[in-house]
Nanobody, 124 residues
Framework: QVQLVESGGGLVQAGGSLRLSCAAS????????MGWFRQAPGKEREFVAA????????YYADSVKGRFTISRDNAKNTVYLQMNSLKPEDTAVYYC?????????????????WGQGTPVTVSS
């Protein structure tokens, strides 16, 4: 059974940092791309970042490039999203997701598995 469990969300002031974690189980991770998405109230879910598990190639949305870093820990089967210089517009529920290799990493409908989400609130 596939499980993606996010943690690390919370309330932070603008300019602060948070690190989100996503623990994955039930997947042969070397065959997957792990992604982070976010959904703000009243808005559609949007791509934030992704990483190919086997090679570690990162992908970022323009809105977070230079502020967020995606990484993975093979030993812990966990993918991380380090978020620095947070802005109020980063406020959203953040979701971890997994897709098999060779698909479009920025499209929501190209992901096979999703976590339950962890909320991030950035106050001004």
């Amino acid at each position: 059974q596939v499980q993606l469990v996010e943690s690390g969300g919370g309330l932070v002031q603008a300019g602060g940092s948070l690190r989100l974690s996503c623990a994955a189980s039930g997947l042969a991770l070397s065959r997957y791309v792990m992604g982070w998405f976010r959904q703000a109230p009243g808005k559609e879910r949007e791509f934030v970042a992704a990483v190919t598990w086997a090679i570690g190639n990162p992908y970022y949305a323009d809105s977070v490039k230079g502020r967020f870093t995606i990484s993975r820990d093979n030993a812990k089967n966990t993918v991380y999203l380090q978020m620095n210089s947070l802005k109020p517009e980063d406020t959203a529920v953040y979701y971890c997701a997994a897709q098999t290799l060779g698909r479009n990493v920025v499209l929501v409908n190209q992901y096979d598995y999703w976590g339950q989400g962890t909320p991030v609130t950035v106050s001004s």
